[in-house]
Nanobody, 122 residues
Framework: QLQLAESGGGLVQPGGSLRLSCAVS????????MAWFRQAPGEDRDFVAA????????DYADSVRGRFTISRDNAKDTGYLQMNSVKSEDTAVYYC???????????????WGQGTQVTVSS
């Protein structure tokens, strides 16, 4: 069983930056695709970004492309989401997720963290 734990959320001003981390345990991280999703109050959980098993491919939602960067360090069993030029509409609970090779196209993931709150406000 894979366990995921997010950290790094908090309050950030518009235009600022924040880096989220996703620590993975229970199994080797490298065979899994990793992704970030977010959920704002009263809304569905939305895809943010994904990264392939060894980081050779990335995918982003249009709303964050050019501002957010997904990365991973398999040696540390940790994934990251660097958030730059944040906007108020980025306010949400951010979740990391992991899945097998089918997750890339389906955006359906088997393993989820508990989430970390990101609030963008002045």
């Amino acid at each position: 069983q894979l366990q995921l734990a997010e950290s790094g959320g908090g309050l950030v001003q518009p235009g600022g930056s924040l880096r989220l981390s996703c620590a993975v345990s229970g199994r080797t991280f490298s065979p899994y695709i990793m992704a970030w999703f977010r959920q704002a109050p009263g809304e569905d959980r939305d895809f943010v970004a994904a990264i392939s098993q060894y980081g050779e491919n990335t995918d982003y939602a249009d709303s964050v492309r050019g501002r957010f960067t997904i990365s991973r360090d398999n040696a540390k069993d940790t994934g990251y989401l660097q958030m730059n030029s944040v906007k108020s509409e980025d306010t949400a609970v951010y979740y990391c997720a992991a899945g097998d090779w089918t997750s890339w196209a389906s955006r359906s993931y088997a393993y989820w963290g508990q989430g970390t709150q990101v609030t963008v406000s002045s």
